[in-house]
T-cell receptor, first 112, second 117 residues
Framework: GEDVEQSLFLSVREGDSSVINCTYT??????LYWYKQEPGAGLQLLTY?????DMKQDQRLTVLLNKKDKHLSLRIADTQTGDSAIYYC????????????FGSGTRLSIRP | GAVVSQHPSWVICKSGTSVKIECRSL??????MFWYRQFPKQSLMLMAT?????????EQGVEKDKFLINHASLTLSTLTVTSAHPEDSSFYIC?????????????FGPGTRLTVT
């Protein structure tokens, strides 16, 4: 079945790296995404990775994909207070290319 | 580019009334638009997918007669919550895709918070 799981909370110190993890169940995923949602706002696409890739880096963001373990991670280097938000892992499936399945979201809080 | 707006950003209505929420793609043509619902501290759940000029496809468990979706043009989709009840109070988010099914990216609106009293 379709299921995307994430831990609910993560707290990191300002300046440290944040690593948010996600697992998914469907091996037919085509694209995997990371979205950011700030309080009371919509979703902002941070980055995405195609399922035949292992890694993607974009400035402070690094996405790692382990297809064997169906594990996706987002690393945010030099975490800043503006990174405080909920981060959603999501996937689209080969069988339903336009449908995005979201995880439960990980709330990232930054401590000084 | 690729901006999606929603109107209103928040609305309070009385139980039994209907509420219409608009979703617009401001600088691109959206072949496909999506409507999501998000309860407090929960993730987004897809309600329906609409393609311009055709009937919306609803997800299992979503009542199509209660949540009326009209995708009248390539830049506008509307969601009407009919005979709203307090349990319909939620954050409704739309998204739009430029290239239709298969496009990897959806652009999300800022959301509309509906409170039914």
């Amino acid at each position: 079945g379709e299921d995307v799981e994430q831990s609910l909370f993560l707290s990191v110190r300002e300046g440290d790296s944040s690593v948010i993890n996600c697992t998914y169940t469907d091996s037919s995923s085509t694209y995997l995404y990371w979205y950011k949602q700030e309080p009371g706002a919509g979703l902002q696409l941070l980055t995405y990775i195609f399922s035949n890739m292992d890694m993607k880096q974009d400035q402070r963001l690094t996405v790692l994909l382990n297809k064997k373990d169906k594990h996706l991670s987002l690393r945010i280097a030099d975490t800043q207070t503006g990174d405080s938000a909920i981060y959603y892992c999501a996937e689209t499936l080969y069988s339903s290319a336009s449908k995005i399945i979201f995880g439960s979201g990980t709330r990232l809080s930054i401590r000084p | 580019g690729a901006v999606v707006s929603q109107h209103p950003s928040w609305v309070i209505c009385k139980s039994g009334t209907s509420v219409k929420i608009e979703c617009r793609s401001l600088d691109f043509q959206a072949t496909t638009m999506f409507w999501y619902r998000q309860f407090p501290k929960q993730s987004l759940m897809l309600m329906a997918t609409s393609n311009e000029g055709s009937k919306a496809t609803y997800e299992q468990g979503v009542e199509k007669d209660k949540f009326l979706i009209n995708h009248a043009s390539l830049t506008l989709s509307t969601l009407t919550v009919t005979s709203a009840h307090p349990e319909d109070s939620s954050f409704y988010i739309c998204s739009a895709s430029q290239a239709g099914p298969g496009s990897y990216e959806q652009y999300f609106g800022p959301g509309t918070r509906l409170t039914v009293t």
